[in-house]
T-cell receptor
């Protein structure tokens, strides 16, 4: 049962354009959402997050949008740079078993073409 | 301040052998999480430990897998009698507080079973 879904396994974008990565979730108990970035042979690194009480959070070139009614969030990267090429994991957290448990999606591989 | 350290980075085991994966959390972090990434899949939660306690092992396979986080020393993920299906990247993350939102990941151990 995949509670966090990233339906696009890969995405190619031209340098300078906008990259939009999408994520859907099914569990309405999730109240905090995160994006992680992962380069090959490295561990994931935290990128940006958003609380369920907000619908937008911005950090430089990265913006996360949350649509609670649709159980959908997206990560916008603008302008995209070749160094952004990586796998992006969407994650959602909610209380489970007495702690804030994080569930990850399957990832989207972004390729930014110079 | 060293990050989360995992070793070995690469581990090759023959079917039936034991695999031991080690994780030293960041300094000051007392919460450790183990994840497994199978080829073409996302990060699957395995177990959450605090010092000397297993808090949540709902993601651990029922047999052959065990984890510990002793008072002194690293956290250990042990896989007994490995099979080819155990081949994966195993990531450890740590956090200083109860929930693992924005946890810090190690670089992972890539286990190959031959």
């Amino acid at each position: 049962d995949q509670q966090v879904k990233q339906n696009s396994p890969s995405l190619s974008v031209q340098e300078g354009r906008i990259s939009i990565l999408n994520c859907d979730y099914t569990n309405s108990m999730f109240d905090y959402f995160l994006w992680y970035k992962k380069y090959p042979a490295e561990g994931p690194t935290f990128l940006i997050s958003i609380s369920s009480i907000k619908d937008k959070n911005e950090d430089g070139r990265f913006t996360v949008f949350l649509n609670k009614s649709a159980k959908h969030l997206s990560l916008h990267i603008v302008p995209s740079q070749p160094g952004d090429s990586a796998v992006y994991f969407c994650a959602a957290s909610g209380m489970a078993g007495g702690y804030q448990k994080v569930t990850f999606g399957t990832g989207t591989k972004l390729q930014v073409i110079p | 301040n060293a990050g989360v350290m995992q070793n070995p980075r690469h581990l090759v085991r023959r079917r039936g052998q034991e695999a031991r994966l080690r994780c030293s959390p960041m300094k000051g972090h007392s919460h450790v999480y183990w994840y497994r990434q199978l080829p073409e899949e996302g990060l699957k939660f395995m177990v959450y430990l605090q010092k000397e306690n297993i808090i949540d092992e709902s993601g651990m396979p029922k047999e052959r897998f065990s984890a510990e986080f002793p008072k002194e020393g690293p956290s250990i993920l042990r896989i007994q009698q490995v099979v080819r299906g155990d081949s994966a990247a195993y990531f450890c993350a740590s956090s200083p507080q109860l929930d693992n939102t924005e946890a810090f990941f190690g670089q992972g151990t890539r286990l190959t079973v031959v």
